[in-house]
């Protein structure tokens, strides 16, 4: 099984970036699938969550309403949407699958937001 994420870098406050994360081992379609972070000297923290077949989503209310995850159940791939990004995003941001009650994580992908 693997996820890899890709997509973190540096951005501006205010501006983009679309995280991704290839996934394989595995049955996508069935797994549920989220995305968490973690800060520099902070807890992991979960951020969103989509449904297996895409139609549910549920998001932290830090960031309700500017990030949106999403799926290519053909391409097994999960996104986030990351827009309107302020400082306090700064972190590494982790892939979860949770397929069958296993649970898998990727190895992160860093973003920064700073001016």
């Known amino acids: 099984v693997q996820l890899v994420e890709s997509g973190g870098g540096l951005v501006q406050p205010g501006g983009s970036l679309r995280l991704s994360c290839a996934a394989s081992?595995?049955?996508?379609?069935?797994?549920?699938m989220r995305w968490y972070r973690q800060a520099p000297g902070k807890e992991r923290e979960w951020v969103a969550t989509?449904?297996?077949?895409?139609?549910?989503?549920y998001y932290a209310d830090s960031v309700k309403g500017r990030f949106t995850i999403s799926r290519d159940n053909a391409k097994n791939t999960v996104y986030l949407q990351m827009n309107s990004l302020k400082p306090e995003d700064t972190a590494v941001y982790y892939c979860?699958?949770?397929?069958?009650?296993?649970?898998?994580w990727g190895k992160g992908t860093l973003v920064t937001v700073s001016s």
């Open positions: 989509i449904s297996s077949a895409g139609r549910s989503t």
């Open positions: 081992g595995f049955t996508f379609s069935n797994a549920v």
């Open positions: 979860h699958a949770d397929y069958v009650g296993l649970v898998y």
